[in-house]
């Protein structure tokens, strides 16, 4: 009996532990997408900026570039959000997929060694 209980003990502490890790999983993804939130806010005001430049300023002369300047704001958080373009927000959803993987196996072998022993 007293095995059974410590089992059980076992048992509640690893699903703490899993819904302490979720929660920590969920609040990081959370700020991460808020991350992504002010640099598509800060992208479409350095969009609209640069569009307001162009139409005012005279036609380019055949030998200059149209190259749009990045605003300063904008290199700023992308620094501070350390994304560059669309490969490296991919490595970071597949690197909270594969965390959220290895946080739910590790759990499950858990349990199931903690299963095992009552048995």
């Known amino acids: 009996m007293e095995k059974e209980l410590d089992a059980v ?34 992208a479409s005001k350095s969009r609209q900026h640069i569009i307001a430049q162009s139409q005012n300023k005279p036609p380019a002369e055949p030998g200059q570039s149209k190259k749009p300047e990045i605003a ?15 490969k490296e927000v991919r490595k970071l959803l597949d690197k909270a997929n594969l965390l959220d993987h290895d946080l739910t196996e590790a759990s499950l072998v858990a349990i199931n060694n903690a299963m095992q022993e009552t048995c």
């Open 72 to 86: 300063s704001d904008m290199v700023t958080l992308q620094n501070l959000v350390g994304v560059r373009d669309s």
């Open 9 to 42: 003990q076992q048992i509640e502490d690893i699903l703490e532990g899993m819904i302490g890790r979720m929660t920590l999983v969920r609040d990081l993804t959370l700020f991460e997408l808020s991350r992504f939130g002010a640099l598509s806010q800060l």
